[in-house]
């Protein structure tokens, strides 16, 4: 038996965030236990192969929803990730942030500290995104955000067939507005799904393993 300062109880997106960040002082003893299995399956690091790593079922819970009335009675499936790096491991790596209303929203509601203004210094914190920075960006974070390598031309000619009919090309949906049409943004770093083993390992802030 060991004793431990901190127990963070699932190693998910937030956990591995949570339990790299109080590994940064040396003198804290954490323990992460994540339930699901070492994240092995190489489709979980290649960027858009996810939906293979779904297939399997292995790293993935599927959960349902009770029937629902548009859907003809049918329940809605929901995947959750079961994995080391959790839903990160498993998902589409879009990065596109809630929009400033429903923040705002959750705040009016009595959340207050979810307001837009709140949340966006803490997204810019976390991000270190390779083309933006500003007043909606940061560059020096651990969440690699990085444009797409390839736009394929059907990928372009929908994006001209978009604008052609009245809606505006947006190049920055994290931005000051959110709609439009346009390429987003994806949590990838150099062709790989890097992120998440840089947060668990806290790599880039010299953390033990
Ligand atoms: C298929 C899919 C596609 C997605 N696409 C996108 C996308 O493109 N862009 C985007 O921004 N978001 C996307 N998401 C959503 C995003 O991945 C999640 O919102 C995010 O990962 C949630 O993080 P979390 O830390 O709250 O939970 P999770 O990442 O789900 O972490 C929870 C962890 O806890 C573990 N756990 C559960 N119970 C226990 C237990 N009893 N003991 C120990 N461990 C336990 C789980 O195995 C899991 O690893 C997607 C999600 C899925 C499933």
Request: proline share 4%.
């Amino acid at each position: 038996m060991q004793d431990y300062d901190y127990i963070v109880a699932g190693g998910g997106s937030a956990g591995c965030v949570l339990a790299s960040r109080l590994s940064e002082d040396s003198r804290n003893r954490v323990l992460l236990i994540e339930s699901g299995q070492r994240d092995t399956d190489k489709y979980i690091h290649i960027p858009a192969t996810f939906f293979k790593v779904l297939e399997k079922g292995r790293d993935a819970l599927f959960y349902a929803s009770e029937p629902e009335q548009g859907l003809n009675g049918r329940p809605s499936i929901v995947p959750q990730g079961h994995v080391l790096g959790g839903g990160s491991s498993v998902n589409a790596m879009v990065y596109i942030r809630g929009s400033r209303q429903d923040y705002d929203t959750w705040a009016q509601l009595g959340c207050r500290s979810w307001g837009y203004d709140k949340v966006l210094p803490v997204f810019r914190d976390l991000e270190n995104n390779q083309r933006l920075s500003g007043e909606y960006h940061g560059a020096t974070g651990e969440l690699t955000v990085s444009d797409r390598a390839y736009g394929h031309p059907l990928s372009w000619a929908f994006i001209r067939a978009a604008q052609e009919v009245g809606i505006p090309y947006n190049e920055d949906f994290n931005g000051a507005r959110q709609e439009g049409v346009g390429f987003y943004q994806t949590t990838t770093s150099r062709g790989r799904v890097a992120v998440r083993r840089r947060l668990i390992c806290g790599r880039r802030r010299g953390v033990p393993t």
